[in-house]
């Protein structure tokens, strides 16, 4: 597993600064070597005298939409970058401000070669503090991009008052209780805290950050629900929808379930399988740690869409409290029905 390069997604939508802290990556003395792949869309490409100066090879998906040709795409290029491991130390893609980072995302689940190559360590969304209230209402790749998000860049800080920094965080919060913020202006993020976190690995994360999954306010069986009940019946087709009717940012939201009782394997597979075929395009993001009755060990699992992945890992500690906390992304979710079921698959 460890031998596996890390990949780091940038997302953003367009102008929110991902190719400057893209060309930041690139050109700071960190004594790493990145190779890049670039998904272009009638965008300003990424400064290709700075790539050459940092001595690195770009890599370019520019035939089209992303959530159209990615997997093709990428999958014949990481290919052909795992032929000359060595040369490198760690891959980025630089997603179109346009792009939906579901398929980016899926292809590290769904292609064997790639998985056993290479490991995607997270997706980095990019965030302008100032333009993204506007873009979570009139956008649905934005609200996609924040809510798939394993860490937020919030950029543009400068041009915002902090009452409306505060403001905005707690927008972004509502659509993704998962990420943490960091604020930047010109991209400045210290780059330790979003390159080679492993903040995909939910284990190591968790490890790393213990609270990751605390329910927002600490509450045996909280349900975080922040719908408003803004259910307008959006299109949710995979289509190509660059314009949008105007919708609000509650069609996606985040729901923290926490469950003190150990819970029945066999049910809580069968329930977590039933949920993701039913409702997988509407869950973008789903992870959780699971206290299985009768195994030492915490079962870990998260999922991108329907694809489901998980196994147990670490034993739970003897002075460690023991508990079920699961975490849905998506839209249209059923706060009430999902907590109902979830406290169903508690042992006997």
């Not at 190591?204 to 259910?231: K, M, Q, Y």
């Not at 147990?312 to 849905?328: G, I, M, N, T």
Request: proline residues 4%; aromatic residues 4%; charged residues 30%.
């Amino acid at each position: 597993m460890t031998d596996r390069v890390p990949v780091t997604v940038l997302t953003g939508y367009l102008g929110a600064g991902k190719t400057t802290l893209l060309n930041r990556i690139l050109t700071e003395p960190h004594g790493k070597r990145y190779a890049v792949i670039v998904n272009e869309f009638g965008e300003v490409g990424i400064d290709n005298d700075l790539v050459v100066d940092a001595d690195e090879e770009v890599f370019e998906m520019n035939n089209g939409c992303v959530c159209c040709t990615v997997r093709g795409d990428l999958i014949r290029i990481l290919t052909g970058l795992m032929r000359r491991k060595g040369t490198f130390d760690a891959i980025i893609i630089e997603t179109t401000g346009l792009a939906d980072p579901g398929p980016v995302a899926q292809t590290f689940f769904v292609d064997e070669d790639v998985r056993e190559k290479t490991r995607l360590d997270s997706v980095t969304t990019v965030v302008d503090a100032k333009h993204v209230l506007l873009r979570l209402s009139d956008s649905r790749e934005a609200r996609e991009q924040i809510a798939f998000a394993d860490q937020i860049v919030l950029n543009k800080t400068d041009l915002v008052s902090e009452d409306d920094l505060r403001m905005v965080e707690a927008r972004l919060k509502r659509l993704n209780p998962l990420a943490p913020i960091h604020r930047a202006q010109r991209s400045n993020v210290p780059l330790e805290t979003i390159l080679g976190r492993g903040s995909f690995d939910l284990a190591r994360i968790t490890a790393l950050e213990p609270d990751f999954l605390n329910p927002p306010h600490g509450e045996a069986g909280h349900v975080h629900d922040d719908s408003c009940e803004h259910d307008h019946g959006h299109d949710h087709g995979h289509g190509h929808h660059h314009e949008h009717d105007h919708v609000h940012d509650d069609d996606i939201k985040g729901v923290a379930l926490t469950l003190h009782t150990p819970v029945d394997g066999t049910k809580i597979t069968r329930w977590l399988n039933a949920v993701l075929q039913e409702q997988g395009p509407d869950i973008l993001r789903a992870k959780g740690i699971i206290d299985v009755a009768g195994d030492d060990r915490r079962l870990v699992f998260q999922a991108v869409h329907m694809i489901l992945e998980g196994d147990f890992q670490r034993p739970w500690k003897p002075d460690e409290a023991r508990y079920s906390r699961l975490v849905f992304i998506g839209r249209n979710l059923d706060a009430a029905v999902l907590k109902r079921e979830f406290e169903a698959t508690a042992a006997a």
